[in-house]
């Protein structure tokens, strides 16, 4: 049975973390799969936009912690592990689509992590978020301590972190995790309405905004307005713009909408 399971449909790709019986932790096998589908949906220019969800009503707990047990132990070995998830962390929160995460039940440790690396989380109202690491005597990994406290702040990154406690879909709401909850057996079905919408952007320019957006908190100003310029440039030329605009001047519908 995969591990992770990639169904394509009407333009979006929804990615199915798929170990219900081990609430869809994290092992070796998964990584690979997760690289592997993410770089299909990469691949595919067809493709809009990636969801990003657990079977079994759990999104993630995180890593597999039997088999970090079951693992000689060595500082180095631990640490070159990590390492080798680097490529999916960047190729997660550099894909030049918009991605959602559809989060119900646990979203613990690498699991909150992988959820932090969307766009968008759309939850239901029993999930439970926790940056578990700290109960095991770990450190965020996944991409956490960089996705973090670009979510919720430096102050509140550092709480969620220490004290290693659990949040509810509410609290997740009020810290901006959480765009919308909806209950479980609705939570796909909002999140591909929301998918959907992006289905008549331009997919240059959410590249593009979505490209500059996640490295504008390490530039200066003048960095960010020089990109901008760059990437006006090139939306400036794309058939999307041209027709749209065009659509203005005619007085039609926008190609764009978000009801």
Not at 120 to 125: H, K
Not at 227 to 249: M, N, P, S, W
Request: proline fraction near 4%; hydrophobic fraction near 45%.
């Amino acid at each position: 049975m995969n591990t992770v399971v990639l169904e394509i449909r009407d333009g979006i790709a929804t990615l199915t973390l798929n170990r219900p019986e081990r609430k869809n932790a994290i092992d070796l096998e998964m990584r690979q799969e997760l690289r592997e589908a993410i770089a299909a949906v990469r691949q595919d220019a067809s493709l809009r936009c990636l969801i990003l969800t657990g079977a079994g009503g759990d999104f993630c707990a995180g890593g597999d912690i039997r088999s970090m047990a079951a693992r000689e132990p060595s500082a180095e070995g631990g640490r070159q592990r990590l390492r080798a998830t680097h490529d999916l962390v960047t190729a997660l929160l550099t894909l030049e689509k918009p991605v959602l995460a559809a989060v119900d039940g646990v979203a613990y440790g690498a699991g909150f992590n992988l959820a932090l690396a969307a766009d968008f989380i759309l939850a239901t109202p029993r999930v439970r978020f926790c940056q578990s690491f700290g109960r095991v005597g770990l450190v965020p990994d996944l991409g956490g301590l960089f996705t973090l406290p670009r979510w919720v702040g430096l102050p509140k990154a550092k709480e969620l972190v220490f004290s290693a406690r659990e949040i509810g879909a509410e609290e997740a709401r009020a810290l901006g995790i959480v765009s919308e909850i909806h209950p479980a057996e609705a939570l796909l079905p909002a999140v591909r309405a929301v998918a959907s919408r992006f289905l008549n952007a331009s997919p240059t320019a959410l590249a593009l905004a979505k490209n500059i957006l996640n490295t504008s908190h390490q530039q200066s100003l003048q960095s960010v307005l020089e990109a901008e310029a760059l990437a006006q440039g090139i939306c400036f030329e794309t058939d999307y713009h041209k027709q749209a605009v065009a659509r203005f001047l005619a007085k039609k519908p926008a190609l764009l909408t978000w009801t």
